[in-house]
């Protein structure tokens, strides 16, 4: 009965909720393989001394907006490594083609490897064509690279660019979804900027306008979001080309607030200045030792 009732059933539900599909003979036919579930499900349950590593916190703010002429793309300049800020003023916005480019949050090595691959394989093809590479283009590699390996590449793109249908921007998640926005965000900091966009945002903006509302965007990530933070990088691409504002807006630079700081120029101390609490005395001996060398 046991093996009829195998054959008989259509799909096998797991620990956590997974349902897999099964074929007429019992067997997985498509679809995902949860065969790790119930590991997990016991290193969970504190059963084992084994525990599961802990999801790593990544900041970002990136965003990107379709105005009259074009997309505006902006993104902080905060990298942190856990709860360290390992670097103050990276560039996050990447070169895909002349007139496409992608905004990367997630790990930075991957986001670095994934928009570098991707622009050597439509230079390539802009080669073997002997025309600019389209966005939709851009997008499908991507998204198939990231779905291949299921989130475990942990790059969260906003991918604008012009071509010869017009703007177009779209994020394209780890795991290799996508979506097709007037305006989106992506990071840590994308709720804070979002909150702007769908207070301020209007179709057909002209160019200032929408760098405004993108800088003002990055800001509420950089002053709302600890992962976010120091400068604004702007990168605005147009029909004729893109033009790069490298950070536009410092908000927090403190170099005028250090200005102000008056410091004494003096360098030398006299002896006693800093009070001694204990002082103690310990007699170093030299050894010495000679070695004599005498031939037969």
């Known amino acids: 009965m046991s093996a009829m009732y195998s054959i008989q059933r259509n799909e096998q539900r797991h620990l956590g909720g997974f349902v897999e599909k099964l074929n007429a003979f019992g067997q997985p036919c498509g679809g995902f393989s949860f065969d790790n579930c119930n590991r997990n499900a016991m290193l969970e349950s504190g059963e084992s001394r084994h525990t599961l590593p802990k999801a790593h916190k990544t900041g970002t703010t990136i965003v990107g907006l379709v105005y009259k002429d074009g997309i505006v793309l902006g993104a902080d300049t905060r990298a942190t490594e856990g709860e360290t800020v390992c670097d103050k003023n990276c560039e996050k916005i990447h070169y895909i083609a002349p007139k496409i480019w992608c905004c990367g949050a997630g790990t930075a090595a991957d986001t670095e490897a994934v928009t570098s691959m991707v622009a050597r394989q439509l230079e390539i093809l802009s080669l073997n064509l002997g025309r600019d590479a389209r966005v939709v283009t851009a997008v499908t590699k991507l998204k198939r690279h990231l779905f291949k390996y299921q989130g475990h590449v942990s790059a969260a793109l906003v991918l604008g660019g012009y071509d010869v249908t017009g703007p177009h921007l779209y994020t394209v998640y780890p795991h290799g979804s996508t979506d097709k926005l007037p305006y989106v965000t992506m990071g840590s900091g994308s709720l804070a900027a979002m909150s702007i966009f769908e207070a301020e945002f209007k ?31 702007l990168r605005v691409i147009r029909k004729d080309g893109t033009v790069e504002f490298r950070n536009c807006e410092t908000p927090n630079d403190v170099a005028p607030l250090r200005a102000k700081v008056k410091q004494s120029g003096r360098k030398d101390f006299p002896i006693g200045t800093t009070k001694v609490a204990s002082v103690d005395i310990k007699a170093i001996f030299d050894v010495h030792e000679e070695i004599t060398f005498t031939e037969e």
């Open 203 to 233: 179709e057909n903006m002209e160019e200032e306008e929408a760098k405004a509302l993108v800088a003002k965007a990055i800001r509420s990530g950089i002053f709302n979001d600890l992962g976010s933070g120091s400068n604004v990088d």
